[in-house]
Each structure stands twice: as C-alpha cells, then as structure tokens.
C-alpha cells in the first residue's frame, strides 16, 4: 500500500491546517492509521492514531486538546486536524497504515507499522 500524505504548508501561530492520508491503490478498509512528525534534527515522534472502525482514537500529549484525528468510515481516507498551532509543531508529517487483527485496534508506536507515505512539510511561523 503506497500512502499519500498531503495538505502542509506555512501558516502562523494560531492557524489550522487539515492533513490527508490516502491510499493510492487500495482503501484502507482493516488498516489502522497513525500520523508522526518529525521535526529538524529530532527524533519521529507519534502524533495520533486512529482505528480501522474510526472510533477509537487516541492522541499524543504534546497535542491533545488541539488535534483530532478522524475517518469517515473504513474506506475512506484519514485526516489530521491541525488547530491552535504552535511553531513547535513545526515539522515533516507523515502518516502511516497497519492492518490489523480487529476493527477497535490502535497503534502508537511507529515499530507496529509497515506502510509509511512520503511526509509532508507543516512550517508555523511565530
């Protein structure tokens, strides 16, 4: 499954930005979605996730209260909405996709997903 991550940009502190995850081949029918950035000379961290059913989320501290992760249904791509935005969300955003055994699953850590996009970059400026 390729991945395409898209919706980054520059924006300024306080602004909202939507991301979108979307398979180019398949749907993401039974794949988990997770979503984790990078910033410049940090590590990847994990962002949020999302299960295959789409009601079970769960989001990263750093985030919580400011981001949500969401999904129509199964089929449908995954998104991340970006509000109240700090210049430490400053980052390359990728999204990643894992089938997984159960509709209700959730993943946070990035060892647990297989298929990755290519990122995409979200500048906040001060």
């Known amino acids: 499954v390729q991945l395409q991550a898209s919706g980054g940009g520059l924006v300024r502190t306080g602004d909202s930005l939507r991301l979108s995850c979307a398979p180019s081949e398949r749907t993401f029918k039974t794949f988990a979605v997770g979503w984790f950035r990078q910033a410049p000379g940090q590590e990847r961290e994990y962002v949020a996730g999302i299960s295959w059913s789409g009601d079970k989320t769960h989001h990263a501290d750093a985030v919580k209260g400011r981001f949500i992760v969401s999904r129509d249904n199964a089929k449908s791509p995954a998104y991340l909405q970006m509000n109240s935005l700090k210049p430490e969300d400053t980052a390359v955003y990728y999204c990643?996709?894992?089938?997984?055994?159960?509709?209700?699953?959730?993943?946070?850590?990035?060892?647990?997903?297989?298929?990755w996009g290519q990122g995409t970059l979200v500048t906040v400026s001060s």
């Open positions: 990643a996709a894992q089938e997984t055994l159960g509709p209700h699953y959730v993943y946070t850590d990035s060892s647990q997903y297989h298929y």
